[in-house]
């Protein structure tokens, strides 16, 4: 089956560089979409199309593409920035895949 | 403001079925893809299916094939996600979830709050 796959956890300092890595095959051909969730509070979208940024999603959180690989940078971490964060592609028959996720520790 | 809101927690003995409701409210219903994503405790997310509220055409992840119906209601504006032949394993919250585009593709954005289904006997 299609994967996605991402580091389990991720930490840093406050006011550091965060950064999340995404892979699979087929990153090259389709987009893909980072999520955070924060415990006990339903997904929410932060990037769209590989780099595109919704509304109201600040500034510091950005998304890059580079072959089979996605990368979420969040610049100047925060406390608030601590959740888990999803990956999310299509496989080769538009079916959605998410990754397992990478939970992100301001210590 | 455009939102999901979703049917409220069950209770289902294995073999049994559930069907959690999502309504939307706040934009043309018929123009936006829905989907369905559920969570098992501490665990990741799920994509379990779509559908295109405009013509009723739904599609399903491979796993739940068999298992898994989504329905819409045109006049309440409420998309239907029946799952059969209940086992432990799908104990979880369930989500529905709106593309952000009209053409799909642009994200999963909003989403509902989130339906918790436990499977007990």
């Known amino acids: 089956s299609y994967e996605v796959t991402q580091p389990p956890s991720v930490s840093v300092s406050p006011g550091q560089t965060a950064r999340i890595t995404c892979s699979a095959d087929?990153?090259?051909?389709?987009?893909a979409y980072w999520y955070q969730q924060k415990p006990g509070q339903a997904p929410v979208l932060v990037i769209y199309k590989d780099s595109e940024r919704p509304s109201g999603i600040p500034e510091r959180i950005s998304g890059s593409s580079s072959g089979t690989t996605v990368t979420l940078t969040i610049s100047g971490v925060q406390a608030e920035d601590e959740a888990d964060y999803y990956c999310q592609s299509a496989d080769s028959s538009g079916a959605w895949v998410f990754g397992g996720g990478t939970k992100l520790t301001v210590v | 403001q455009e939102q999901l809101v979703q049917s409220g927690a069950e209770v289902k003995k294995p073999g049994a079925s559930v069907n959690v409701s999502c309504k939307a409210s706040?934009?043309?219903?018929?123009?936006?893809?829905i989907y369905w994503v559920r969570q098992a405790p501490g665990q990741g997310l799920e994509w379990m299916g779509r559908?295109?509220?405009?013509?009723?055409?739904?599609r399903y992840a491979q796993k739940l094939q068999g298992r898994v119906t989504i329905i819409r209601d045109t006049t309440t504006s409420t998309v239907y996600m029946e799952l059969s032949s209940l086992r432990s394993e799908d104990t979880a919250v369930y989500y529905c979830a709106r593309d952000r585009d009209e053409g799909g593709s642009g994200g999963f954005d909003p989403w509902g709050q989130g339906t918790l289904v436990t499977v007990s006997s």
């Open positions: 087929s990153l090259p051909k389709q987009y």
């Open positions: 559908i295109n509220p405009s013509g009723g055409s739904a």
């Open positions: 706040g934009y043309t219903f018929s123009s936006y893809y």
